[in-house]
């Protein structure tokens, strides 16, 4: 099994691809395409970030006294809800941080907040393993839905494939076990999608 992690949305059959998992707007999937759970925005530090007393995060207007961190990259307007869209969902609108750190990389901001190193907007369910495990706190309740989610897409030359099937069905129960979204498990049956790819 060979696995290729890039942003870039290809073509699976002219790139012998047989499974994406593509982050996407909804009316962008390609048909077939199976979801595997959406996402919500949710606040996210350390613990000892969270346990600092000169410096409380007791309400959103407390991030000023806190470096907030960024993820961005080429092309990432009207891709990401960054804290501005957060804050003014809120009805907060802008908040002067202390300062800001700026990531191309998803994992490195959320490792920066591991490490204390501010406070990052998690994206849900993605986090919320390390919420579980202690490494990261959500200060917050607050949370907004995204307009994109997570699809699983398996080329039409594999579909017929076992091994392809059978990996496809593994991330669609893991996507399952690991959400509450009804709309998310009611798109687990992979049969619909063969049966309409194949």
Same mark, same amino acid.
């Given at each position: ?17 047989? $499974? ?15 979801? +595997? ?14 346990? !600092?007393?000169?410096?409380? $995060? ?38 002067? &941080? ?6 191309? /990389?998803?994992?490195?901001?959320? /490792?920066?907040?591991? &490490?204390? /190193? ?11 393993? $390390?919420?579980? &495990? ?37 991330? +669609? !129960? ?6 509450? !979204? ?10 619909? &999608? ?5």
């Amino acid at each position: 099994m060979r696995i290729s992690a890039t942003t870039d949305a290809l073509n699976l059959e002219r790139s012998l691809i047989d $499974l994406a998992i593509r982050y996407c707007r909804p009316e962008a999937v390609p048909e077939g395409a199976v979801r +595997l759970f959406g996402e919500e925005m949710i606040p996210v530090c350390s613990r000892a970030l969270l346990s !600092d007393k000169a410096r409380p $995060l007791k309400r959103p207007q407390d991030l000023e006294h806190h470096t907030l961190l960024h993820f961005d990259y080429a092309g990432a307007e009207n891709m990401y809800i960054d804290w501005g869209t957060w804050l003014t969902a809120l009805g907060i609108g802008e908040v002067k &941080s202390a300062g800001a750190l700026h990531f191309s /990389q998803y994992e490195q901001m959320i /490792q920066a907040a591991t &490490s204390g /190193q501010g406070v990052a907007l998690g994206r849900q369910p993605l986090v919320n393993d $390390l919420i579980k &495990s202690g490494e990261l706190v959500a200060p917050f309740t607050q949370t907004l839905i995204g307009s994109r989610a997570y699809f699983v897409i398996v080329s039409r030359l594999s579909a017929g494939k076992p091994h392809v099937h059978e990996f496809a069905q593994w991330l +669609l !129960d893991e996507a399952g076990r690991n959400s509450s !979204d009804p709309d998310d498990l009611a798109a687990q049956n992979l049969e619909r &999608s063969a049966r309409k790819t194949g």
